[in-house]
């Protein structure tokens, strides 16, 4: 074999993985933008559309599962990664929200350490859900989707692996807690604003009955 056919033997494979890779980067950067859209109308209610558009992005994981078969480098690539966390977090919001069952990672087709990370990132998510609903008097849920936080940061904590095998997990883990401790505070004044009005109310009854 001469070496300009040792050379485009190369070339040919080296073009395959370009091509991949290509393809691999415009399906991440649709799924992201379908995720996120998602999870904007999971917190505006719009549960049916949230559910439609986690839909599309199925079908962008598909694609995306298709481009980076055989190539795990860029299956495992940051950008694909990354864009599969997503569609996991976008998931598991529409979950918590909706008061549904939370999907599992084999069920989305996502790797566990990318599961992990967007269920991380969607008990934080739950924290702008839990703000909006105190401005509306909703403290009993709020109250269900703080637990819910809790529920996943104690079983995040519990996974002590390397950041290499996890994709930085126990940053994300951390970055939760935060989250977590600033709205448990922030429910917690919402419920003794609650008491104290409840009690003046009375009060002014008492009162008025005079």
Do not use: W
Not at 70 to 88: C, M, S, V
Request: negative net charge; glycine residues 8%.
């Amino acid at each position: 074999m001469s070496v300009d056919q040792l050379v485009a033997a190369c070339v040919a494979q080296i073009e395959a993985s370009h091509g991949a890779r290509e393809q691999a980067i415009g399906a991440s950067r649709a799924l992201i933008r379908q995720c996120a859209n998602s999870i904007r109308a999971a917190h505006r209610g719009e549960f049916s559309e949230a559910e439609r558009l986690v839909g599309e992005a199925g079908t962008t994981v598909a694609l995306l599962a298709s481009a980076t078969a055989g190539r795990p480098d860029i299956r495992f690539a940051g950008y694909t990664q990354d864009a599969l966390k997503e569609y996991a977090e976008a998931n598991l919001v529409l979950a918590f929200l909706a008061g549904r069952e939370p999907p599992a990672a084999a069920a989305l087709g996502v790797e566990s350490a990318a599961y992990l990370n967007g269920l991380a990132e969607a008990a934080s998510e739950l924290r702008r859900a839990i703000l909006d609903g105190l401005r509306r008097g909703e403290t009993a849920r709020g109250e269900a989707l703080l637990q819910q936080m809790d529920d996943v940061y104690s079983a995040l904590v519990t996974v002590d692996y390397p950041d290499a095998i996890t994709g930085g997990l126990r940053r994300t883990t951390d970055a939760l807690r935060a989250v977590l401790e600033r709205t448990r505070g922030d429910m917690t004044a919402a419920l003794r604003q609650d008491l104290l009005t409840s009690a003046m109310r009375e009060l002014e009854l008492r009162l008025g009955g005079k």
